[in-house]
């Protein structure tokens, strides 16, 4: 389908890169993305991914706005708070395009109903704050191979790395249970809300995030595929590691792996 005038002004600047033009932001407007938690890292992938022209977003959080959610999460204002974070999402994304279709799921994504809310989709943005919901979401883009997204953020740094464990390829690129084979015990990892996170911190996640996701769905540059990015906010430094697979996981490993 042949972009609208409007669209054309909208996306001028995308058109303008030759990596992208009319054509890559015609495949923005028919992609499907899952988000997984409209949260510190989902909030600002959410405005860039629907800003950019993604065609449908399916957001999945079941909490609802805190009134301490608004140091970070830049999705929200003061009048959302007791509503529900994917359904005040949808909203802030109405106003900001016409051209993003929005569901909004309003509860949690577990090992039992992942497969269901994730099928159809594209490509998979996981900004899910506990192991469990990761590990769901995990498994099951592997079984549906979809391309994932996944990122975490700590008091003043973060990490991000793209997942395509199902690509054929040599050597076999890893799923995020290689990465972290099991959860930590309880309490081995504090949650925000113990510990604290400065604001942009997750800014700066959700917008590499963002990007990640629109060069998976472009294929653009180089994927964050089989590494690892680690920011570090203090020091102001980024710095990518090697991630391998490994054939014992129990996802994606030689004895859990589909067929």
């Not at 040599?170 to 995020?176: F, G």
């Not at 590494?227 to 710095?239: E, F, Q, T």
Request: net charge neutral; glycine share 10%.
């Amino acid at each position: 389908m042949a972009l609208s005038p409007d669209q054309k002004e909208r996306y001028a600047r995308h058109i303008l890169l030759k990596e992208v033009g009319g054509q890559g932001q015609q495949k923005l407007l028919s992609a499907r993305v899952a988000l997984v938690g409209a949260g510190g890292i989902g909030a600002p992938a959410l405005l860039y991914l629907a800003a950019a022209g993604v065609g449908a977003v399916t957001i999945i959080d079941d909490d609802d706005v805190a009134l301490s959610n608004l140091q970070r999460q830049v999705l929200f204002q003061t009048s959302d708070v007791g509503r529900s974070k994917a359904e005040r999402a949808g909203a802030a994304v109405g106003r900001l395009t016409p051209d993003c279709q929005v569901r909004a799921h309003r509860g949690r994504l577990t090992a039992e109903n992942a497969a269901a809310l994730l099928r159809g989709h594209d490509l998979v943005l996981d900004g899910s704050d506990n192991f469990e919901t990761r590990f769901a979401v995990n498994h099951a883009c592997f079984e549906l191979a979809i391309p994932l997204i996944s990122a975490a953020v700590g008091r003043f740094d973060g990490q991000l790395a793209t997942f395509r464990p199902f690509a054929k390829q040599s050597p076999r690129l890893p799923c995020y249970q290689c990465l972290v084979p099991e959860a930590p015990p309880p309490g081995a990892v504090p949650r925000c809300e113990e510990e604290g996170v400065l604001g942009a911190v997750t800014g700066v996640l959700g917008s590499l995030a963002a990007l990640e996701a629109l060069k998976e769905l472009l294929s653009l540059g180089d994927s964050l595929a089989g590494r690892l990015l680690i920011y570090d906010g203090l020091a102001s430094a980024a710095r990518t590691i090697k991630l391998p697979h490994d054939p014992a996981c129990p996802t994606c490993g030689d004895a859990g792996a589909r067929g």
